[in-house]
């Protein structure tokens, strides 16, 4: 995304980076103005709830809706504290049945103001049970995510605590089928069939309609003779829960933050600004082009590469977060399949995930790595070489699964067995290209700085380590680049990421699940295969940069 330059010949030079930025913008609003039915059918279950009575006129019934999701992520106009008490399979209390329905193995809820209480019965690792129905609880109550934490309970074997700061909620969503205060009325199937997009939908699945008035609320409908009222209003249902929950394709602009975890370290989590993505690659577009007139006659190496690298990253990582435009995708891919996003959780929560693994791995590889690399490369330590060598290349001989498989048993499931696996197979890339970085500078170049009076320290962090800075840096991008597609495996002794999804999809041969983890995974390296490129470019010395 580079910007023309002046020939010299009086020619204008073209912003190029805005006006990509400006054709994105367009892209993203044109695309945002299309509302799609999501297909999912049990992240997005069909949950209308109809009253109906008999109407004046022949042949025709006043249809009420009482419940039922209409709009993607709208907010639920009936709230009420939920039913507290203790409750088994199909006890008509709607969170605990909601949690039997996600929740695999699940014996017992117990329900109180501010927490839940999920009993199960299998043997799988407590951490792995937790992580499991975290997503499920917090979809089940109108509260929050980060009110609602989760913690394997100390007091009862095979139980897991939920703890609300807040009380907890439950409520029913109510549909409004068409703009508040407007009516829409069709007298024959001819006028249905050239209405609205709903009323359109509405007779063309349900062929016995003869006509329709459809308020906000509701709708009365009439019938043709012979048919009959139970079945036609059941289709009507049927036809409503087809065409529901609408969404648009328009993205958020997500950010995220980044703190400190006593379990991993370090804690990414997603936030959803609910500002539309068009306005910030706007806004960016304007921004490049400002860039392109204030550095037009100055050699910028610093400002406008690493605000770029934020820019691609933000418009990558908030279409990870927006759930319809994946199940618009995977359903035009499977237009068949009955499930397409996983209903534990979002791709942006299994990205986050994912990317916690990688820097973590990476947070203990790449000091290592260096350190590794520097040390062999001084003469009082040139004797380990082979040795060094010989440990980081059977990192990568063994396979990662096998680390992985090895490690759970002996520290368990969880994060840390796929954390050994990743650091165990990226040393290779970044004590290697130390290595031959630092062996590359020049021994002329060595000499001089020796003979100025420089010292060992002083010429390993002014002369060696920033002329070797570019071989350093392709080695650090080549390990964590890997480690997106190994951390994949992690999935399997219940590390999270993006390898949930793939897991899920083989086990339960789902193929939606399967690329759900694999798309996002092959983006997420060639976007920080980007990043990393950005940086090293920034942080190589004025006199090695070759821009690409």
């Not at 103001?113 to 407590?126: F, G, H, K």
């Not at 299994?350 to 590889?365: G, N």
């Not at 090895?406 to 994060?415: C, E, K, L, N, V």
């Not at 480690?483 to 949930?500: D, H, I, Y």
């Amino acid at each position: 995304m580079g910007s023309a330059k002046n020939n010299g010949n009086g020619g204008f030079a073209i912003p190029w980076a805005g006006v990509i930025w400006l054709i994105v913008t367009v892209v993203v609003f044109l695309v945002g103005l299309r509302e799609v039915t999501l297909r999912d059918r049990e992240r997005f279950p069909d949950d209308f709830e109809l009253t109906t009575q008999p109407a004046d006129g022949e042949n025709s019934v006043d249809m009420q809706i009482v419940g039922g999701t209409f709009r993607y992520n709208e907010v639920a106009q009936q709230s009420n504290p939920v039913e507290t008490g203790t409750f088994g399979p199909e006890s008509g209390n709607a969170v605990a049945d909601f949690l039997f329905e996600n929740i695999p193995d699940v014996t017992e809820v117990t329900i109180e103001s501010q927490t839940i209480l999920v009993t199960y019965d299998n043997d799988i690792e407590a951490d792995l049970m937790l992580r499991r129905a975290q997503r499920p609880v917090i979809n089940s109550v109108l509260n929050e995510g980060d009110v609602i934490t989760g913690e394997v309970d100390g007091e009862a074997e095979m139980t897991l605590r939920f703890t609300s700061t807040e009380e907890l909620r439950f409520g029913a969503f109510i549909a409004s089928l068409i703009p508040e205060g407007s009516e829409e009325v069709y007298n024959s199937r001819e006028e249905g069939e050239n209405g609205s997009e709903l009323s359109r939908f509405l007779f063309t699945e349900v062929t016995s309609l003869e006509g329709a008035t459809i308020r906000p609320d509701g709708m009365t409908i009439t019938y043709r003779d012979g048919g009959v009222e139970q079945r036609v209003v059941t289709r009507v249902q049927e036809a409503l829960d087809d065409y529901h929950p609408r969404a648009s394709l328009q993205p958020a602009l997500w950010v995220m933050t980044i703190g400190p975890s006593a379990d991993t370290i370090l804690s990414i989590v997603p936030i959803d600004t609910g500002l539309p993505l068009f306005l910030f690659t706007l806004a960016y577009a304007v921004l490049e082009i400002a860039f392109f007139f204030v550095f037009r006659n100055s050699d910028d190496k610093l400002v406008r590469p690493l605000v770029r690298v934020a820019a691609i990253f933000l418009f990558f990582w908030s279409l990870y977060g927006h759930e319809p435009l994946w199940d618009y995708i995977l359903g035009i891919i499977f237009p068949t399949s009955a499930q397409l996003v996983h209903p534990n959780a979002t791709v942006i929560e299994f990205t986050a995930q994912h990317l916690e693994l990688v820097f973590v791995s990476s947070l203990i590889t790449v000091p290592a790595g260096l350190l590794f690399g520097i040390l062999v490369t001084r003469d009082e330590f040139r004797d380990v070489l082979p040795l060094v060598n010989n440990i980081v290349n059977s990192g990568q001989t063994v396979p990662t699964i096998a680390i992985v498989a090895f490690m759970a048993p002996i520290i368990g499931f969880g994060f840390w067995p796929a954390i050994i696996a990743l650091v165990a197979y990226g040393l290779l890339p970044v004590v290697r290209n130390t290595i031959a970085g630092l062996e590359a500078v020049p021994a002329s170049v060595i000499d001089s700085a020796r003979g100025m009076g420089m010292t060992p320290g002083q010429i390993l962090f002014q002369i060696e380590l920033p002329i070797a800075s570019s071989v350093i840096m392709a080695g650090i991008r080549t390990s964590m680049v890997i480690n997106v597609g190994t951390a994949t495996l992690g999935a399997f002794v219940g590390s999270g990421g993006l390898g949930t999804p793939i897991a899920s999809g083989l086990s339960m041969t789902i193929d939606a699940f399967i690329l759900l983890g694999a798309i996002p995974a092959a983006l997420l390296a060639i976007l920080i295969d980007y990043v990393l490129g950005r940086i090293e470019f920034v942080i190589t010395p004025r006199g090695l940069q070759i821009e690409g």
